[in-house]
């Protein structure tokens, strides 16, 4: 047995969740979104599902349920900066979005950091809110400490994720978001959860050897994607997206927290480009010149980043988003019960 | 048989055949010091290794030897942008590069594109000449079509090199710089030349099945790193290193050259970023933070991107250049023929 909602209905729902946890007027509808885009999207881990982490961490006072985010008027040059509060992350970038779209148009690209924010959602639906307005988004922050550098043996690293989204007129923008680890904390969670081993390569246990059982894993570290690379970069984003703006690196942010079961506390870097002020006064059109690549890519029959969250959110539009029973009788008892229901 | 030669002699020595060639007083130096920067660091895929190609470059009249990079006046706001007038990108990236570290400084970021040059350098010089002056450095290029994107099976992306780098006060800096494809190109000519196979995994025949012989898979299509995620990425280079600022990607700069034996024409796109303009007013110092981050990279027995390098550096520095006896004498015959050895 299933229910279908229209998006609307499962938004205000979300929201009533929220709201009926403690989160004020500003936490509560920001949050709802990017959740229900999750699940509108067919990203199962960022959906529904996050939803109790999200009152977990609530309830466990690591997050501020009343937090109202504050844009920086010291922000100044390329750097516009939100003081989340000690809240959740959507919030503060919805508010430093218009700034920061702005600021990219003039100066041909900016920056947002957002700091001191708890950070659980994906990080697709800032990069297209960015697309959105015609310009090229780049967004990473840490997590907390869960993953081993290449060569390491314990969990330093968090799965840091990387996002990027190229807009492409009168069409879903090119976008990828993905963790710096092999596969995503929320996938391997999914093993634990469904019972299921997990494919070799993902991670090592806690004497640093190799293993495929997801609750050896979640005790020991993942590993960064493709080798010393991915390592590489999930440093950087720990160098950019903790060190550089004054925030907490993933080991930090376990040890604010003290455990891997709740959403975690950092900051966030997020950078807006200009094709039009990067490509004027240069031959073609950035935007023609990007669609012959992309369209070269599908050409061969390889697939695009997205494109089935893309078709999942086509059919969410026209059908609505359809639950099952066991998601349904969860959001019944998080709103009857709000926090004591976690 | 071997010769050691003090970095200056040899840079000299460098210098003279890239002026016997043909090149100016503008671009002999710069590439010179690329490449004896290459040969320093024992990297030899970017040392003496490249001479030979980039004069071949310049006896197929595929770059411009008597070259003078123009800073556009136009540049403002955070993006400076030098056009290469043909020539190659080492000249055209040191003379924005002073304009760039006080942008950078006065915004918090800013972005130096460089247009129309021939690359064929690594781009650990640029990234470190930038982190010299204290500011984060991001910097990206395509290449030529020979890399197919994750479940295609043919040539379309470049190798597509990401560098990155961060300033450590009174240490050498944390700093990666590797290609997006598995192996950088340079890599699969080396194993051709030794006459010996590839590791699996590398790459595609031109059936665009899997192949380890070289030969086969320079006429076929290398494979981008860590499967779909290093696809993405190197897909993120061409839209924002080739589309973005007006100049070619890599299916266009194959098409431009005509061949994948000399070196490339196109864009590059540069960042710089300031740890101190980001962690303005926020607790802790960005610099102490990322190196307690590091520490414990190193603590646990992983090496740190570059180290291997930068300890070659200090020998370098320390006991001069050592060359082979056939490198000598390629040296020698480079620098008595021209172009007639190529």
């Not at 979104?33 to 982490?53: F, K, L, Q």
């Not at 697709?124 to 043996?153: F, K, M, N, Q, R």
């Not at 959403?263 to 870097?269: C, I, N, S, T, W």
Request: proline share 8%.
């Amino acid at each position: 047995m299933s229910t279908t909602y229209p998006i609307k209905t499962l938004l205000d729902r979300v929201t009533a969740i929220f709201l009926r946890a403690g989160l004020n007027e500003v936490q509560a509808p920001a949050l709802a979104r990017v959740i229900v885009a999750g699940e509108r999207d067919a990203c199962t881990s960022h959906g529904i599902y996050r939803i109790e982490g999200v009152l977990r961490t609530v309830k466990a006072g690591k997050v501020r349920a009343d937090a109202v985010p504050q844009l920086d008027p010291a922000g100044q040059g390329g750097i516009i900066r939100v003081n989340a509060a000690g809240g959740f992350s959507s919030p503060a970038f919805e508010l430093g979005l218009p700034q920061l779209v702005d600021r990219a148009r003039e100066l041909g690209l900016a920056a947002m950091v957002v700091n001191d924010c708890t950070h659980f959602s994906a990080l697709w639906p800032e990069v297209e809110a960015i697309t959105d307005h015609g310009l090229a988004a780049l967004v990473l922050c840490p997590s907390y400490a869960s993953v081993a550098p290449s060569g390491g043996t314990r969990p330093l690293l968090g799965t840091n994720p990387l996002a990027f989204g190229w807009p492409r007129p009168g069409r879903d923008p090119y976008v990828f978001d993905f963790a710096t680890s092999v596969a995503a904390r929320g996938e391997i969670e999914l093993h634990r959860r469904a019972g299921k081993p997990l494919p070799e390569g993902w991670a090592i246990d806690p004497e640093g050897q190799p293993t495929t059982d997801p609750v050896a894993a979640l005790a020991g570290a993942m590993l960064p994607f493709g080798g010393h690379k991915g390592s590489a970069i999930g440093t950087m984003i720990e160098l950019l997206g903790g060190a550089m703006i004054g925030d907490l690196t993933s080991p930090e942010a376990l040890e604010f927290l003290g455990t891997t079961s709740l959403a975690p506390r950092h900051g966030e870097l997020i950078l807006a480009l200009s094709p039009e002020k990067f490509a004027a006064g240069r031959p073609g059109n950035p935007f023609e010149r990007a669609e012959t690549l992309l369209t070269a890519i599908t050409d061969q029959g390889a697939r695009l980043p997205s494109s089935r969250r893309f078709a999942a959110r086509a059919r969410s539009q026209a059908e609505g988003i359809t639950l099952t029973e066991a998601d349904v009788q969860l959001l019944d008892r998080l709103l009857d019960l709000g926090l004591d229901a976690v």
